[in-house]
């Protein structure tokens, strides 16, 4: 069963073309916040609409999820590529390009696909007697790494579900754990309620030389619950003047409102880390996770030997 999807969210077949762009206007690289931004600026896209949360994955909305299918479509055919997490740059073979043919690339990944399927039913159809579709959720009837966008990967939904979870205090410690990993130092947490939205302080160094007293806040978040403006003001008015910097932590998402927010020049500004960056991170230091290695099947190479 097909899930019902906002009809104002552009579906991925509608952002192919719109991620390209978005790179080469952000200097041919960018981070999926970045990437993210520029196509709702570009597209026009209503704050309310960005806003709605994907069904299935609470931490990321259903404009994420799409953009996350497009950056995937667009990575299998070369177009870009990923050579750090959370990072994309478009590839040196496209760089002087300045547009693509995005039918092309989704016809090209969707024959892919297909073909695999009816290999996986061990269907005798052709590659050439694949009928192909302008646009499918793929990952809604199919439950593999393989077949799971790049940036959302089985593991990570199963992480995210098990961070959304947790004891509130062991998120709070978890937080503790991922700062100083981060290069925090002095790192506490308040283990205490009505303590003013702060759950914790730490310093943070910069190169060695510069150093700020930083606040943070953790908010363990479920069932697509997207942090507002008026979360951030609450925790903004909680800080004291010796606290340099705000940090919001958060299992879930950020509205667009909020980010603004939060980044509104004149006020003391708050630093966000959503449900997919605080991934990242746990990733990034093997905190409680371990990499195991795979490889990919190079399926024409075993077919045309």
Wanted: proline letters at 3%; a negative charge; one cysteine or more.
């Amino acid at each position: 069963m097909k899930r019902e999807i906002d009809s104002r969210i552009p579906r991925t077949s509608k952002l192919i073309l719109p991620t390209f762009v978005a790179l080469k206007k952000l200097g041919g690289s960018g981070n999926n916040s970045e990437i993210l931004n520029q196509v709702i600026t570009d597209l026009d896209i209503a704050d309310e609409v960005a806003d709605i949360p994907h069904s299935d994955k609470g931490n990321i909305s259903e404009l994420q999820y799409q953009l996350a299918w497009a950056k995937t479509y667009l990575q299998k055919q070369g177009i870009i590529e990923n050579p750090e997490r959370s990072i994309w740059t478009i590839s040196p073979n496209f760089a002087q390009s300045d547009t693509i043919d995005d039918r092309g690339v989704l016809t090209a990944v969707n024959r892919e696909r297909y073909q695999k399927i009816k290999m996986d039913k061990n269907d005798s159809q052709t590659k050439d007697e694949v009928i192909i579709t302008e646009d499918e959720d793929f990952d809604e009837d199919i439950d593999t790494d393989e077949d799971t966008p790049v940036e959302i990967k089985n593991w990570r939904v199963r992480l995210a579900d098990v961070l959304q979870n947790m004891n509130p205090f062991g998120f709070e410690r978890l937080t503790q754990r991922i700062l100083r990993s981060c290069g925090f130092t002095h790192v506490e947490v308040t283990q205490k309620t009505g303590d003013g939205g702060i759950d914790g302080f730490g310093k943070w160094k910069i190169g060695g030389i510069l150093s700020f007293n930083v606040a943070f806040q953790c908010k363990r978040y479920k069932d697509g619950h997207a942090v507002t403006p008026e979360e951030i003001r609450g925790f903004r008015g909680s800080l004291t003047t010796d606290i340099e910097k705000g940090l919001f932590v958060t299992t879930g998402t950020f509205t667009k409102a909020a980010k603004n927010e939060a980044s509104t020049p004149g006020k003391k500004q708050i630093d966000l880390i959503d449900g997919e960056a605080l991934i990242d991170l746990i990733s990034e230091y093997s905190i409680g996770v371990k990499a195991i290695k795979t490889y990919e099947i190079d399926e024409d190479y075993f077919t045309k030997i």
